[in-house]
């Protein structure tokens, strides 16, 4: 079973920036589809960002302009570039794809805090 490990987080003031990585153990270029999730306290995990095997990206609104996923295939690792963050995106954030999300696999995540 591919397993995800999620890394980068901190704790940042608003305005900063981080770089989240997350290192797969299975080949990403079999993989149609990853993705960047993210889970606020008392709230359901929510979809940020995704990148095709094509290369092609989609972003939530919240994040468009200010959030860059990324992936290198030859480092079986996916990248999410946080610029100019805000109080709002303070989350634990996940790498995924969908056909792993409906099947129940979660890694650990990484905790991002953005303070005010």
């Known amino acids: 079973q591919v397993q995800l490990v999620e890394s980068g987080g901190g704790l940042v003031q608003a305005g900063g920036s981080l770089r989240l990585s997350c290192a797969a153990s299975g080949s990403i270029a079999s993989i149609n589809v990853m993705g960047w999730y993210r889970q606020a306290p008392g709230k359901q995990r929510e979809l940020v960002a995704t990148?095709?095997?094509?290369?092609?990206?989609n972003y939530a609104d919240f994040v468009k302009g200010r959030f860059t996923i990324s992936r290198d295939v030859a480092k079986n690792t996916v990248y999410l570039q946080m610029n100019s963050l805000k109080p709002e995106d303070t989350a634990v954030y996940y790498c995924?794809?969908?056909?792993?999300?409906?099947?129940?696999?979660w890694g650990q995540g990484t905790q991002v805090t953005v303070s005010s």
């Open positions: 990148v095709t095997s094509g290369g092609s990206t």
């Open positions: 995924n794809s969908p056909g792993l999300v409906i099947r129940g696999y």
